[in-house]
């Protein structure tokens, strides 16, 4: 019998323990590569002979280099392309693609703008797909932010995170994350840049622990962790309108000051000192973006390896 395919779409789309399995497996890989040149191959090389396919509808820096060097210490390769490589970019659809690429290479990851491109290239593909990015969510980050906290000392269960700013497709990973890691989520954004409330509802059914505190003070009393993102992301053109609503959730030293005495700042990065946070913050003794940024490596190891099912 033929095993279904695991794609990696929403960490709300995957079994807790499976979630665990992956986090588990990022942090014995990271471990077992302690000395090694940055290019060397993994000792047992899991995905020799595999190649993925890196599909970008979007920049980028993090998803781009860490699923890349991912593959190559895995032992395995990639190909990249954006859409305007390929004929998706004149027309082919989304479907036609899937298929094609699924008769080349084993995986895809793509980067996208839209969810639903995501979601309909899986559907055709018949081999796994994962999420680099969508409108909707970023699950690939989450898992290295988890990885990263976990290094820190911090049991994910239990655990306070607090989220301040623009509720966007990061918010929308931790919240699809609270249910199946267990840490209790406080969500503070400004009317209008809220996480959608059905997806809060639907997460808070699933057992998750999530509280939205419109004040960003009392939001971040005593928490364990303050995470912040960018306010204007690729394609929003409303950037003024944005700053302007989002001002007061800027994540400084005062808004630090509120949280626990030992908590930690996450934020994806690219960042915009000055804005969403401010470089005493990012730059300071309680960021761990830099760790975070680096785990995207080995958390998207553990996913390939989970995805190509070896």
Request: with cysteine; proline share 3%.
């Amino acid at each position: 019998m033929t095993s279904p395919i695991k794609h990696f779409l929403s960490l709300a789309d995957i079994p807790a323990s499976e979630l665990r399995a992956i986090l588990d497996e990022a942090h014995v890989r990271k471990k077992a590569r302690t000395g090694y040149p940055k290019g060397k191959v993994d000792a047992d090389a899991p995905l020799s002979g595999y190649t993925v396919a890196m599909l970008f509808e979007k920049s980028s820096t993090r998803t781009r280099f860490s699923f890349d060097m991912g593959m190559r210490q895995l032992g395995g390769s990639s190909i990249t392309a954006s859409s305007n490589d390929m004929q998706l970019g004149r027309g082919e659809t989304i479907e036609d693609t899937a298929q094609v690429l699924s008769r080349f290479v084993d995986g895809i990851m793509l980067r996208a703008n839209s969810h639903d491109t995501i979601t309909a290239l899986a559907h055709s593909a018949s081999v796994p797909v994962i999420n680099g990015l969508t409108d909707y969510n970023h699950p690939c980050q989450i898992m290295a932010d988890l990885q990263t906290l976990e290094e820190q000392g911090r049991d994910l269960r239990g655990l306070s995170l607090t989220w301040v700013g623009d509720g966007n497709n990061v918010a929308m990973s931790f919240v699809n994350g609270a249910a199946k890691f267990g840490y209790r989520l406080v969500l503070s954004c400004p009317q209008n840049y809220q996480v959608r409330g059905q997806d809060v509802e639907r997460a808070r059914s699933a057992g998750a622990k999530i509280e939205i505190i419109g004040d960003p003070k009392n939001a971040c009393a005593s928490t364990d962790v303050v995470i912040a993102d960018t306010w204007v992301s690729m394609g929003d053109s409303d950037k003024k309108q944005r700053l302007a609503d989002l001002a007061d959730w800027q994540v400084n030293d005062e808004l630090m000051s509120t949280a626990a005495s030992d908590a930690l700042f996450l934020h994806c990065l690219p960042a915009h000192r000055g804005e969403e946070v401010s470089a005493s913050v990012i730059d300071g003794p309680r960021s761990a973006v830099f760790d975070e940024a680096e785990n995207r490596l080995h958390a998207q190891k553990a996913i390939l390896k989970y995805c190509l099912d070896t």
